[in-house]
């Protein structure tokens, strides 16, 4: 059975799933999006998702035609449709279809789609061994130009880095702000721990405030581990005991070197491990239920 896709309120066959190549979201990258993921059936910080959904589109003055609650029954539908337990969900908002300008006023209704696939999981032994990881030209956008916190359809800022990353062999890049100061990977939040305490930049630094980046802090301070979100240098990070990153994808995993500099001991910490451990429990507990 081919993969079921949702557009604008219908189900189509992936082949057949298609906007125009007028629409905003092709010609500008105007528009918002998610990553969600469900894990054994449950749809782990489903109504914090399509709330970043919104702020997102309500910084950027774009109107989703249908509201949260119809929202999540859209993606729900979706996962039941395509009969999966565990999946990568991706929802996608574009300005829709306007003319050749950029004039976002001509796009008369948004475009909502929403993928669901089989979750493509990185390798066990990432786990296990550790990223090696650099940090790379391509500064984060200023929140003054396009604001991090907007999960916007431009992810250029973020793919600069990711092919500095590449090309230097690498598979995620530490990207710093316009001061030089550490923000976040290119998709991944960046968190260190230090003397038991566990610190990551805020906002204000260029950091998108990640779900799963929220989720790790509370998962820290119920085990009394004291939590900082404090501005951080290269230098803070090459110092660091333990290193790790958080993401949707990622979940939690640890990173063992920056920029040829070994972490602590070169080895994924026993901090980050206990973290990950809880992670893994919490979104195999706590969600959005749904049946297949
Ligand atoms: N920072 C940035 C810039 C991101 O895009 C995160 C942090 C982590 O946020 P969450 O809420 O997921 O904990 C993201 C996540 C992917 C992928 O396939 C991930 C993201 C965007 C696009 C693709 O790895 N965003």
Do not use: W
Request: hydrophobic residues 40%.
């Amino acid at each position: 059975m081919s993969l079921k896709i949702y557009l604008d309120g219908k189900m189509f066959n992936k082949e057949d799933a298609k906007i125009s190549v007028f629409d905003h979201g092709l010609l500008y990258g105007d528009g918002v999006f998610e990553g969600i993921r469900s894990y054994s059936s449950l749809v782990f910080k489903l109504n914090e998702h399509v709330d970043r959904l919104y702020e997102s589109a309500h910084t950027i003055m774009l109107q989703i035609p249908i509201n949260k609650k119809q929202m999540i029954k859209a993606i729900i539908d979706t996962l039941k449709i395509n009969k999966l337990k565990d999946a990568y969900i991706r929802v996608v908002v574009t300005r829709g279809v306007g003319d050749l300008g950029l004039d976002p006023r001509k796009c008369k209704v948004a475009t909502i789609i929403i993928i669901t696939d089989n979750i493509v999981l990185y390798p066990k032994e990432l786990y296990q061994k550790g990223l090696e990881i650099i940090t790379v030209p391509t500064v984060r956008n200023l929140a003054n130009a396009i604001d991090p916190q907007v999960k916007s359809l431009n992810y250029l800022n973020n793919i600069m880095a990711k092919i500095e990353a590449t090309n230097s062999g690498y598979q995620e890049a530490i990207m710093l702000n316009s001061m030089g100061l550490v923000a976040e990977c290119t998709g991944d939040n960046i968190f260190l721990i230090k003397n038991k305490q566990l610190y990551t930049p805020p906002q204000s630094m260029g950091t998108l405030r990640g779900i799963t980046r929220d989720a790790v802090m509370e998962i820290a301070k119920k085990a009394k581990i004291k939590t900082h979100e404090s501005m951080l240098t290269r230098h803070e990070v090459f110092n660091a005991d333990e290193l790790f990153l958080t993401g949707t994808a990622a979940e939690v995993i640890p990173v063992v070197k920056v920029d040829s500099r070994l972490i602590g001991d070169g080895k994924p910490g026993k901090i980050t491990l206990s973290l990950l451990n809880e992670f893994n429990k919490i979104t195999r507990k706590d969600g959005v239920k749904y049946t297949v």
